[in-house]
């Protein structure tokens, strides 16, 4: 069959079930020390469950602040862009260099509920417009 080229998640009953450990632990040749009011978060993700989807951005101590996406039933990609300043606002904070290692700490975690909603992401990224 045909191999899809971006990341699938399903939840269980578990709040972190459908993200597989908990969150993305490596942001690949990224110092996160350098975001800014000046960058936005882009992601693009489909559903077709209509749960809600939320995304976490970990800060440097592991506190979590959550930011809701556009409620999706179509089936279709959309394009999401928030403005760091939104979570920099909201507490984030990652000011120390990220180190790339097997237990390096999350930056990014995604989820959806309720249980057994799909939710599908490509292009996540932090970018300065």
Not at 52 to 81: H, M, Q, R
């Amino acid at each position: 069959g045909e191999i899809a080229g971006w990341i699938c998640l399903k939840s269980n009953q578990n709040p972190w079930g459908g993200v597989g450990g908990g969150g993305i632990r490596q942001m690949k040749g990224f110092d996160l020390s350098k975001i800014d009011n000046t960058y936005t978060f882009h992601c693009a993700y489909k559903s077709k469950d209509g749960g809600n989807n939320e995304i976490c951005f970990f800060s440097v101590d592991g506190s979590e602040t959550w930011v809701g996406l556009p409620a999706a039933a179509d089936g279709e990609w959309k394009e999401y862009e928030l403005p760091m300043s939104v979570p920099i606002a909201r507490g984030w904070n990652f000011n120390v260099p990220y180190v790339l290692s097997g237990d390096g700490r999350y930056s990014l975690g995604f989820r959806s509920s309720p249980a057994n909603t799909e939710l599908n992401l490509d292009a996540v990224f932090i970018y300065k417009k």
